[in-house]
């Protein structure tokens, strides 16, 4: 064996001796990830050119520039990382940062496009150009990298960036005197593989002094998996396309058919892998337990659960979404989500890519929900299949056992017991549910079990609400209805006494009407689905509305007495106002004896047509005016009222644009005061335009 092959060979066992280094003791070690990759690029390169040197010398000129490209991007990969290292990760996401990286790739494309044309490749003058470029650009990466680097972190790098820039400092005047004379059969290049090997023991020795708590970042899981799986099928084209060359060489007549057949297949094999969830699912797995101290990213982990818990993706039920996001934390496609009903059992309540199941309710004193509610274990069905006696005598129902898709039960865990449990789907990588993968889906199983609480509190305030909204619309009707049998039942009390009398014969019909049409109307507001619009606004004369008012307001005692100071016109709905008006006489006389005095005032002041309705009656107290008057469901009358008649009053007068206050006095009487924006009369004696007023007057 030639000299130069045996130097190329020691790189070989060099690089491999440092990539197993790393793999097997310093993979923790921030950027370790790029020292294996880098590792492995330059064991390739050394063992190819080894051999290349000892049996196919003519084609090292063919191969040479590839196999370059490959081992100096490893190593830029290694600079970039302790670049994105540097001040503390600040660089990190860095806009300089993002343009080393970016010109590195750029630049590595460009000098990789000729060396793969065969007629470039082969010529000695633009391998020995391109060479120099990349040996230049390794060298501004290592000044840049070393430089970049905090002084108090300097010296675990140190070693590297000596080492590194060694070894392109030295390829820097091979291939300078390759562009100069043209020839590759020098002691420079026969040393080339012994001074890459003295390098390596530089390398490990910086990748050992990295302190494995440095506060710079982790690679990316995601950037990790990509990046070895294009790697991969680097790898897997260059060897395919080996075997292409030799299937054509070795063939003879029918070596060309033979190489597209095979490369068609090598394309097809490649493509369902790429397709392939469940290799992908492996791959990841793969990756985890061996280039990782843990298997998970929590804080990626966390975020994916979280934000899948709290999407408000209408499209997809919480349930669904709930399986779908313990699921994930576990390569799972799919579940059934078993929640607690107020009997006490556990019924599905969601699944996912496992049909429709018809299974029997788990009652609250089963032994599955005994066992989940006492240990609050994750139990690997798999496993119980093999060893039951783990569970510790634990039955498990039929439906869980005889379907082999079940992989792992979850309990949905609170401080006051079992909400729940998540039966989950045999992931896509199937394997035994390990000591951190318990942990995860544990803690994850009782964040799930507080959003399932949450939504549950959720939907039984809604229904709350929808039965406070369907008791307070039966209050406003009953209210309507105890009003309108109030006005007959004195029409019936005073029919003996009054039957002969035309005028309370007349009176007693008007009182049916008005019955009716209010009857008429809340039955048109029930019919109607939609809110009911505004009745049309009319011109109402308030002396004449007074003046009905107190004659629909003669069968009950005190009879109210009418003084007008000012007449006045308002704008409005006419028979709203005069409910208004109906509710507080009626509420002055239930309140004042046969002997007081109910007293209606109207005169006008500035812009406001302002009407008084005042008793000497009991009064109220100051406590329920300052708290309680004008809110829904709160009377003075005991059982003989619905609280409903002031809030109805105040509404109503808002959306006239009015207000209504009201004084009043234990003992001493209650008075209300109506404030209304008026009509200003126009010359012609008719109602003009409102008088614009503000409602603190």
Same mark, same amino acid.
């Given at each position: ?83 994105? *290292?540097? $001040? #503390? @990760? ?6 300089? /940062?993002?343009?080393?990286? !970016? +010109? &590195? ?106 302190? *494995?708590? $440095? #506060? @710079? ?6 950037? /990790?998996?990509?990046?070895? !799986? +294009? &790697? ?466």
């Amino acid at each position: 064996m030639p000299i130069v092959s045996i130097s190329y060979l020691a790189a070989a066992v060099a690089f491999l001796t440092l990539g197993g280094l790393v793999l097997v003791s310093w993979r923790n070690r921030p950027g370790a990830i790029w020292v294996l990759a880098a590792s492995f690029l330059s064991f390739v390169w050394a063992l190819s050119l080894a051999l290349l040197t000892w049996q196919f010398p003519e084609r090292i000129a063919v191969s040479l520039g590839v196999l370059e490209v490959a081992r100096n991007a490893g190593w830029f990969a290694v600079l970039l990382s302790i670049l994105a *290292l540097g $001040s #503390g @990760g600040a660089y990190l996401h860095s806009r300089s /940062l993002r343009i080393w990286i !970016a +010109l &590195t790739a750029a630049f590595l494309v460009a000098v990789s496009i000729p060396l793969v044309v065969p007629g470039w490749a082969a010529e000695g003058r633009w391998l020995a150009t391109a060479s120099l470029l990349m040996t230049i650009a390794g060298l501004v990466l290592v000044e840049q990298a070393y430089r970049n680097m905090p002084p108090q972190r300097r010296a675990s790098v140190k070693l590297l960036a000596l080492g590194l820039g060694g070894m392109f400092a030295f390829d820097l005047f091979l291939f300078a005197d390759l562009a100069l004379f043209g020839g590759l059969n020098t002691p420079t290049w026969q040393a080339r593989g012994f001074v890459n090997a003295l390098v390596v023991p530089l390398i490990a020795v910086s990748v050992k002094r990295r302190s *494995l708590h $440095s #506060g @710079g970042p982790a690679i990316s899981r995601h950037l /990790l998996f990509h990046t070895a !799986a +294009l &790697t991969g099928i680097g790898v897997y084209l260059l060897a395919v396309g080996g075997a292409g060359y030799y299937l054509r060489e070795a063939g003879g007549d029918i070596g060309a058919l033979v190489q597209v057949t095979f490369l068609f297949g090598a394309a097809l094999i490649l493509a369902l892998m790429l397709f392939s969830t469940t290799f992908r699912a492996r791959l990841r797995v793969l990756f985890s337990k061996h280039l990782f101290k843990y298997r998970y990213d929590y804080r990626e982990e966390w975020l994916r659960f979280t934000e899948q818990l709290s999407s408000q993706n209408t499209a997809s039920p919480f349930n669904e979404r709930a399986i779908r996001a313990i699921a994930e934390l576990a390569d799972s496609p799919g579940g059934l989500l078993w929640i607690g009903g107020e009997d006490g059992s556990f019924s599905v309540q969601g699944a996912r890519h496992l049909g429709k199941p018809n299974h029997p309710p788990e009652e609250g004193t089963s032994p599955l929900v005994e066992f989940l509610t006492r240990t609050g274990w994750v139990i690997d069905v798999p496993e119980y299949r093999a060893e039951p006696e783990i569970y510790g005598g634990l039955e498990l129902p039929d439906w869980l056992l005889k379907d082999t898709r079940h992989w792992a039960v979850i309990p949905l865990l609170k401080a006051d017991g079992l909400v729940g449990f998540v039966v989950l789907q045999t992931p896509l990588a199937p394997r035994r549910i390990e000591w951190e993968e318990r942990d995860l889906l544990k803690t994850a199983g009782r964040q799930l079990a507080v959003y399932v609480a949450l939504v549950r509190t959720s939907e039984a305030l809604m229904e709350a609400r929808q039965f406070e909204t369907f008791h307070r619309l039966s209050a406003f009707i009953v209210h309507d209805l105890k009003n309108i049998s109030a006005q007959l039942s004195l029409i019936c009390s005073n029919a003996e006494r009054h039957r002969d009398n035309p005028e309370f014969v007349a009176d007693a019909f008007r009182t049916v009407a008005n019955a009716r049409d209010r009857l008429e109307r809340t039955q048109a507001q029930l019919r109607n689905v939609q809110p009911r619009a505004e009745a049309p606004r009319k011109v109402i004369p308030l002396r004449e509305l007074l003046k009905e008012v107190i004659a629909q307001s003669q069968a009950a005692q005190p009879i109210p007495s009418l003084e007008v100071q000012a007449d006045a016109e308002v704008s409005g709905d006419r028979e709203a106002l005069k409910n208004v008006l109906l509710h507080l006489v009626r509420n002055a006389q239930e309140a004042t004896p046969d002997s007081g005095q109910i007293h209606l005032t109207l005169y006008t002041e500035e812009g406001w047509a302002i009407m008084l309705v005042a008793d000497d009656g009991a009064g109220m107290d100051e406590d329920f005016l300052r708290q309680r008057i004008f809110r829904p469901f709160q009377t003075t009358k005991g059982n003989a009222g619905m609280g409903i008649g002031l809030y109805e009053a105040r509404d109503q007068i808002m959306r006239m644009g009015g207000r209504i206050d009201v004084h009043s006095q234990l003992g001493a009487g209650t008075r209300f005061t109506i404030r209304l924006p008026r009509l200003t009369p126009r010359p012609d004696g008719r109602s003009g335009s409102q008088t614009q007023v503000t409602n603190d007057g």
